[in-house]
Every structure is written in C-alpha cells, then in structure tokens.
C-alpha cells in the first residue's frame, strides 16, 4: 500500500509539472554533482533548482539559515531593498528560477523564497554590514599562479597553470553538497561558464569560461573595517560571475585578466567585506600583467589594490601566490606561515611543471581539516582537476579528478542538433539514489516507463499515462535497489526505447 502511495505522488507531481528542465546531470560521484544547464537566466536557474533540489535545501536548512538565526529576516530585507547591498535584476530572475525548480521537484522548504538564495549567494558581503558582524560563515582559500619563464622547460612550456585550495567550514551540510553548473546561456552577450562551489550557488565562487580564463575568491582576514550603509555594494562573487560569463566584458576585443579588473573597478566604492581576487588567463595572452592578477579589495580606503609579478612580494620570476593577508594593499607586505612555507617550496622559482605546482599547494599551502576543495586550471590545454572533501578528509589528501572544458562546455544534443534527439534520456548512469528520466514525443499519446532487471522481470512502473507533447522530465529514487545492471523501457504506441541503467551505491 505504501508503495502504491508513493507512486501515486509520483504521478500527481508530474501532471502539475510544465517547466521545460533545461539541464542534464553529468556526474554524480566523488562526493560533488557535476550539471550542466543551459537556455536564459530563469531557465538555467530552473534546471539548477530542480536537479539540485535536495542539496541546495540541505545547504540552506542546515548552513546558511542557522549561519544568520535571528537575523536571517533582516538579511532578506536588506538584500529586497537594494540600499546596502545590490544585486542586478537578471539575477533575481535566475534565483526565483531555481526557487520555482525546487518547488517543482517538492523540494521547497517552509519560508523559503527567491530571497533567501540571494542572501545564500551574498552572505560574505551580508557579514560586511555592522548588523551581520556577528556571523562567522568566513572561509579561508589560497593560489599559486606560475607561467612564463617560471614554467618554461617544463611540460607546460610556458603556458599559465594555476592551483587553487577553497577552505571552509567541514561541517556535513557544506561537504555534502559540493557542486559544479555548468552555463551555456543562450544570451547573445554571454559565454559558457563552469561554478565550481557548491549547490544553489547562482555566482561564481570558484570560476573559469570558455575563453580560457579563471577567476577565484578569498578572504582577506586580516582587514577589520565594517562597510559604510546605504552604498549599494555589488556581492563579490556576482562580480566574478559577469567577469566570467560576459563575452568580454571590457569590450577591448581581448580575453585576459583586465576582464576581471575592470569588473572590480566599476565597484570604485569597493565591497562590503575584505576580499582577495587570483585571476588567470593564458599566457599567449601577452604581457605578464594580462596572464595574472592579484585584487585586494575591501570597504575602507584603499577599497581596490592590484597586484601582479611586478610587486616586490618576495616571490621570484614569474609566479604569484595570494593566501589570505594584504601584501599590497597599504604596502602590508603581511607574509602569514603558510605564504612563508609556499615561498620557500617555490625555491628559484623555475622549472614549475603543472605536477610541481600541483604538489607545491598541497605540501605546503594546505589549510588542513578546513580544505573542501582542491583544483588545479591550466587555460591552454583546456583541463580543469578537481579533488574533494569527503569520508572525513580533506581535499588534498585524494587523486583529482579530470575535466575537459572541451567537453564541458559542449552544448548538450538538444539545444545544438534537435534531428539528433532521442525519445528518451536517462541520467546520471551509473547511478546511486536517483535517476532522472527525460521524455522527448512529438505528440500526445499514452505511454508507459518501467524499469526492469536484466532477466526481464518488471521491477516497478515509473510512469503510465497521457504525455504532453515536448520534453517531459521524470524523478525516481532509486535507494531501494540493489547494486547491478537494469533495464528502463519507454512504450507508447509509436516508440519503444529501452536504456541499460547500473546502479552503484558504493
């Protein structure tokens, strides 16, 4: 009977469902979901939501409310007023995407709104206000960006490589929904862009674009200022974004790190909170300026300082490394134990191969217990590595994994080649608790999805009814089967599919 029951609010929530889901999920391993979503602002934001429905609610629920307690209605006002902080109306129309992806996939918590993802994705520059200075949601992070004569007769060759740790709170709800979106906007003036962060996150924390660029917060922590009222300060991670997702963002016909620094320089009034900016390009980019780049920018005079190879920091040829202490700004020079211990592992500051980078950060730039994510971008050879918090250890401590930006940023089948479509998609497979079913029938007409084992025996029917015409899309847990290989069957009375499906809980 229960069975019946749940299947029954299966069928009911899919006839209340219309929303085209423009996403795929890519992965779902290693304790990170990888997605890729695509179309406008709202629906990239409506596909984010309704994939990552689970996640982006466990993170709200068990992180970012109980980060503001008592406070959390008078952040969701500030951020409603746009008086203290501003964030640009395309992006409220992408977060009440994902609040309506979520609601959709029955996910919607009690309370929540749109708002409550844009205090989500601005919480650091919330904490710059003296109503929030009692938050403690800060992060740690730090890079080390070699290129030129620094990586010359290496396996780099002079190209531009950049290792990067995200430090942050360990706990469950910020380890477990580790995420990576993948945009393919279909607006004229934008271009395809990765967030590596984590889950309803609609900025870029962590970000590198199809140009070959990236662009990577920190915490500058020791800056103790508290930012002025009423200026309208622009949340640093939405300025990353549109560095990033911009076509060129400067307008000068060019893709290089002045992208990233004209970006901060529209907020000449600089942000809420003290933050540090990497910034890297490739190196064919030309001048070492335009390859690197270092932003210290805070709320208190000076608000924005830039800093490139140039800068005597103590650090040899051409590389740079950022922790999260002013070296430029006021001439600080402030070298903290793990910028001291990452100096000295750089030695003359030659021959930086991607794997001496690589292990550079890891041995002597590691943040601990504290180190959620680990990565590594190289532009010119278009690769992205990333390892993972998980079963209780930091990132470095595991093999990364491999992305080709390549193949990250191809536009999925449906948007670049609609001939090519099939009836029916299936993902992620393999699989672990949950799969995603996505119909595609020119017309009306009765159908029915099963899933079945490998000896042919009907395991569960997952949909059986009238299918509106267009794309459908269709969820399903599937915790409750063993580990092995079945077989998912679409009929209708003009199409029959059949999908093989593994399912691996390990």
């Given at each position: ?248 963002f400067n307008h000068d016909g060019l893709h290089n790190v002045n992208d990233v620094r004209d970006a901060i320089s529209v907020n000449a009034n600089g942000y809420a909170e003290g933050y540090i900016i990497s910034a890297l390009a490739p190196s064919a980019t030309?001048?070492d300026s335009l390859t690197a780049l270092i932003a210290e920018i805070a709320s208190t005079v000076p608000y924005i300082t830039f800093r490139t190879n140039t800068y005597p920091d103590s650090i040899p040829d051409d590389n740079v490394y950022t922790a999260n ?182």
């Amino acid at each position: 009977m229960k069975k019946i029951f749940l299947l029954f609010l299966l069928f009911l929530s899919l006839q209340s469902f219309s929303q085209q889901v423009n996403g795929v999920i890519v992965s779902d391993t290693g304790n990170i979901t990888v997605v890729k979503v695509w179309g406008t602002h709202y629906e990239r934001g409506f596909a984010q939501g309704y994939l990552l429905a689970e996640h982006i609610v466990d993170l709200y629920v068990n992180y970012i409310k109980p980060g503001f307690g008592s406070s959390l209605p008078t952040a969701k006002t500030v951020i409603q007023q746009g008086i203290h902080i501003k964030i640009d109306s395309v992006y409220h129309t992408e977060a009440q995407g994902m609040y309506d992806g979520i609601d959709s996939a029955g996910y919607a918590a009690s309370g929540m709104d749109y708002i409550d993802i844009l205090v989500a994705n601005a919480f650091l520059d919330l904490e710059g206000l003296y109503l929030f200075k009692q938050l403690k949601l800060k992060m740690g992070c730090s890079s080390l960006m070699n290129w030129g004569t620094a990586t010359a007769g290496t396996d780099l060759d002079g190209k531009s490589v950049l290792s990067r740790h995200l430090d942050w709170s360990n706990t469950a709800a910020v380890v477990n929904n580790q995420a990576m979106v993948i945009h393919i906007p279909s607006e004229p003036d934008e271009q395809p862009w990765a967030m590596i962060g984590f889950a309803g996150q609609i900025s870029a924390l962590s970000g590198v674009n199809n140009s070959g660029m990236g662009a990577f917060q920190h915490m500058l922590s020791d800056f103790s200022g508290t930012a002025s009222m009423n200026m309208g300060y622009e949340p640093v991670w939405f300025t990353l974004r549109k560095a990033l997702e911009k076509n060129d963002f400067n307008h000068d016909g060019l893709h290089n790190v002045n992208d990233v620094r004209d970006a901060i320089s529209v907020n000449a009034n600089g942000y809420a909170e003290g933050y540090i900016i990497s910034a890297l390009a490739p190196s064919a980019t030309g001048h070492d300026s335009l390859t690197a780049l270092i932003a210290e920018i805070a709320s208190t005079v000076p608000y924005i300082t830039f800093r490139t190879n140039t800068y005597p920091d103590s650090i040899p040829d051409d590389n740079v490394y950022t922790a999260n202490y002013e070296i430029a700004r006021n001439n600080h020079m402030h070298f903290c134990p793990r910028y001291i211990r990452t100096r000295n592992g750089l030695g003359d500051g030659a021959t930086i191969s991607s794997l001496k980078n690589w292990q550079i950060m890891r041995d002597s730039s590691n943040s601990g217990m504290g180190n959620i994510q680990f990565m590594q971008f190289i532009p010119e050879w278009r690769q992205l590595k990333l390892s993972v918090y998980k079963s209780s250890l930091p990132a470095y401590h595991y093999s990364p994994g491999l992305y080709d930006l390549d193949e990250l940023f191809s536009n999925p089948v449906n948007i670049s080649d609609p001939e090519e479509k099939t009836q029916i998609q299936l993902f992620p497979n393999p699989a672990s608790d949950r799969i995603y079913i996505k119909t595609n029938l020119a017309k009306t007409e009765w159908i029915t999805i099963s899933l079945y084992s490998v000896l042919g025996n009907k395991i569960m029917d997952i949909y059986a009814g009238a299918n509106l015409p267009g794309d459908q899309i269709f969820s399903i847990s599937t915790s409750a089967l063993s580990d092995g290989i079945f077989i998912c069957k679409l009929s209708s009375t003009s199409v029959s599919e059949e999908i093989k499906l593994l399912v691996s809980h390990r």
